[in-house]
């Protein structure tokens, strides 16, 4: 696997190609990944993978046109093949008002933050092999548990490399490490799975094996012999394993590029009330060892951290390069890339910000209601805000966690829903998205 300086050397060569092809303005983005990873099932080695991979895409502009290429072969034959026929693609190209790299004076130009993404260690196959036992070996020592689909554990590293035509060349490397385990409670037709699992940039930062495992174990045991929900409004409370879903859906509603589409429930609301009285969301791209960290985005803008949610009102929106100059505002520097093509958006470390409310507080007055840990389908309209998925979890009677469910749905509507969250004091900062128990009254849900 190339190393950052090399995927940096490799952009430009590739820039240099593009120039000589009739590129008037050009980008390219080199990528490389490595990963292991090994399973075992019922207390046995059931899977060893090893993979690599390295590429290089190229955004070339020629005026107002443009097109994007990549490959993965680094040869100097190839970039120059490449370049030329991407430079021709944008020739051929419709033109459009809003494309462009970033100005220079827009570009990340200080010192980048440090992000302490990379991890120095790096696990062998023996020392893998022994985590996914552990964790495989504690989720099968909880009592009901019948059955493993196996337990995980991963190591990765990967480095990213942008350099512009005008000046600028970036990139970082980060590694990854993960462990899970997916086990089965009960028999016959009262079987019932469920999962547990962890990634964190540093093995440091992993809580111990058998704790995901037993934490697996138990969430299977806990769903055994579930009841079924009534029909009816009322509070429904979201564990912060799905409760981040719901800011994943406010995150795409103030995606620039929804907005430019006009297909965003959250469209022309920048002054309103949204959320309820108290309720914070923070986009953190600078969190040490987070997740989504990054010092500069997919087009060289500098990041920083910002409120989205404060004083129950919307900041503003996320974009890219295309997406401001189409809404004609700031850019943000939420520009991701992934492989080719132009440019996304994406937030990156995202958390609601905890009350001084327990969990067992927050639902404390619920004479009827649900907790949620499980959702399924896709029922969200993105335009009108319609929210209806299917669910699982406990029942919640006077006050308590009762005994299992299934097979219900939670209806409402997000702008509802958004203002009516409240918060506990539970969150955990482990996830891309993360939140703390989330309850929201008056939803829908139908069940039997």
Known sequence: MIDLPAAQDRCIQLLDAASRHGATSADAVASAASSESVSVRLGKLEDVERSEGEEISLRVFVGKRSAS????????????????????????????????????ELLARDTLPILDLEDAAEPDPRSLRTMAE?????????????NSEGG?????????????????????????????????AGEGSNMQRDYAYRTMRH????????????????????????????????????????GGTLIGHLLGA???????RRSSFLLDRLDEDIFAPGIRIRDNPHLARGLRSRPFDGEGLPTSPRELVEGRKLTGWLTNLSAARQL???????????????????????HLEASSVSRSE?????????????????GVNPVTGDYSRGASGFRIVNGEVAGPVAEFTIAGNLLAMMAAISAADDLEMHRAINVPTLRIDGMVVAGE
């Open 254 to 260: 103030i995606s620039g590029s929804a907005l430019a």
């Open 69 to 104: 290429i990549s490959t993965s072969d680094f040869s100097a034959a190839a970039f120059e093949e490449l370049a030329q026929r991407a430079a021709a693609m944008a020739r051929a190209a419709p033109e459009d008002p809003y494309a462009g790299i970033a100005p220079a």
């Open 203 to 242: 093995a440091a930062d992993l809580p111990p094996p058998a704790e995901i495992g037993r934490r697996a174990g138990s969430r299977a045991v806990a769903r055994l012999n579930p009841g079924g929900m009534p029909s009816g409004t009322m509070p429904v409370v979201f564990d912060p394993r799905v």
């Open 328 to 350: 004609g505002i700031t850019p943000t520097g939420h520009a991701a890339r992934g492989g080719s093509g132009a440019p996304g958006i994406s937030a990156s470390n995202v």
């Open 362 to 378: 927050l639902i404390a007055d619920i004479a009827d209601g649900v907790l949620v840990t499980e959702l399924s389908g896709q």
């Open 134 to 146: 552990e964790t495989e070996d504690a989720a099968r020592a909880v009592t009901g548990v019948t």
């Open 152 to 184: 995980t554990a991963s190591f990765g590293r990967s480095v990213a490399a942008l350099v512009t035509s005008n000046g600028f060349i970036g990139g970082y490397g980060a590694t990854s490490h993960s462990i899970s385990a997916s086990v089965i």
